[in-house]
């Protein structure tokens, strides 16, 4: 054999000694890289350790760790969607729950954990919405597949509240249910309703009068002079009221809808009562009432707009007047309290009967129609939105046929 040979067959041994070498550390990598895989799958080590570039398996582990990038970006967009969705959840004054086909609460958010009164999860739907309108659309959703929609008042808080049932689309048989409280958006809906009823019923009044009037003036009144004139007195009264009216409710709408800007300056409180007094002397006299200031003059200076709060002081005293019987007597008191100035209205008149207290500052109320002495219902309305935009709060105080307290305070520091 020539040398020629033997060094061929050297080299090929050789070639076969080192590509079994090299084909034995490739597998002991892939070995330990398919063993580090695993490691990450089952979660005993972090999957961002993998590692990438390894040799003799570039391709594969720069693959690996790709995917590793691309699924750990999809996973941290789910994670803050997460946050966000459940942030909105918390937020949410809707109930939200989701219950399971057998009707066990699978989830529920912080509001409907309110409104179940405790925990909610693990609990049965029946028991978390507790009234039979609401638990029977939950049924009729479950029987049908379909949605519904259902309201009920909740007779212990008549709370009003609306239920949506949505069959879950990605659990068989199980639901979502959201329940929305509704109580405000009625409660204004019947107070618009009350208002325009209200309205109407006080316009018509002086309006039937004035036509009634008009009437007998046109059949034959207007040939009796004197009686004509006492019918167009009458008429022209009539016209006052509803002239009255018409600018309290513009007033009124005008204050509700913060139109009103308030062109505070420091005052004494005394200063404010004793013209308010003067103002109302001639009234009080007429009906044959006392009026007297009661007040400290070293109370501290308040900061409001004068003319308005001598209005809630005329509104309060020609309430006074008009409910007190003659010999009476109508105070006009300040005094300074933790909350600020306390200003107070007192007569000795009638009184208010105790159901109706809390009512009289609403719009139009009347404690007694007989015995309203034509008043539109307006004035404490005015008066109360009249403090509160001063930072205030009004109340009374009554004793029937003894008389009424009308209280009012006015912070000593406000913006
Ligand atoms: P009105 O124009 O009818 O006086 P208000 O809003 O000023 O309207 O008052 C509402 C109702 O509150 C009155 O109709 C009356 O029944 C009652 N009221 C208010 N002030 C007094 C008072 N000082 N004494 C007795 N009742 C009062």
Request: hydrophobic content about 45%; aromatic content about 6%.
């Amino acid at each position: 054999m020539s040398w020629f040979l033997w060094v061929a067959i050297a080299l090929l041994a050789a070639t076969l000694v080192w590509s079994l070498l090299r084909h034995r550390a490739l597998r002991r990598r892939l070995e330990q890289y398919s063993a580090a895989v695993r490691r990450a799958a089952d979660g005993n080590a972090p999957v961002s350790g993998l590692p990438s570039d390894v040799a003799g398996l570039e391709d594969i582990s720069n693959a690996v760790a790709a995917l590793n990038a691309a699924s750990d970006f999809q996973l941290s967009t789910l994670e803050s969607e997460r946050a966000r969705l459940a942030a909105v959840l918390d937020q949410m004054t809707d109930a939200v729950l989701i219950a399971d086909p057998e009707g066990r609460v699978q989830f529920a958010n912080p509001a409907a954990e309110r409104f179940g009164r405790g925990q909610a999860i693990g609990r049965s739907i029946s028991e978390v919405l507790r009234h039979h309108q609401l638990i029977q659309a939950w049924q009729r959703s479950q029987e049908s597949g379909e949605m519904q929609i259902e309201s009920a008042e909740l007779p212990p808080t008549r709370q009003f509240v609306q239920l949506i049932v949505i069959p879950d689309q990605y659990a068989q048989g199980g639901t979502l249910v959201l329940v929305q409280d509704l109580t405000r958006v009625r409660r204004l809906e019947t107070v618009r309703r009350d208002f325009v009823s209200n309205l109407s019923h006080e316009l018509r009044t002086p309006l039937a009068s004035l036509r009634a009037l008009a009437e007998t003036l046109r059949d034959g009144a207007l040939e009796d002079p004197p009686a004509a004139r006492r019918f167009l007195d009458q008429m022209l009264i009539e016209v006052d009221a509803l002239s009255q009216m018409v600018a309290e409710l513009l007033e009124l709408s005008r204050i509700e809808a913060g139109e009103v800007t308030l062109e505070r300056k420091p005052v004494m409180p005394l200063e404010l009562l004793s013209s308010t007094a003067a103002r109302m002397e001639i009234q009080a006299q007429r009906a044959g009432l006392a009026l007297r200031v009661d007040c400290p003059p070293d109370l501290p200076q308040i900061r409001v707009d004068a003319s308005r709060l001598e209005q809630v002081l005329v509104n309060l005293i020609h309430n006074a007047v008009k409910f007190t019987r003659p010999g009476g007597e109508l105070s006009l008191l300040a005094e300074a309290t933790a909350e600020g100035i306390r200003f107070a209205v007192k007569d000795t008149g009638i009184g208010i009967p105790l159901d109706d207290l809390p009512r009289i500052f609403e719009r139009f109320y009347k404690s007694d129609r007989s015995r309203s002495g034509g008043g539109t219902g307006l004035g404490l309305s005015i008066a109360r939105h009249l403090v509160e935009s001063h930072g205030g709060r009004i109340w009374a105080e009554s004793v029937e046929g003894q008389g009424s307290t009308f209280y009012f305070t006015i912070p000593l520091h406000q913006s």
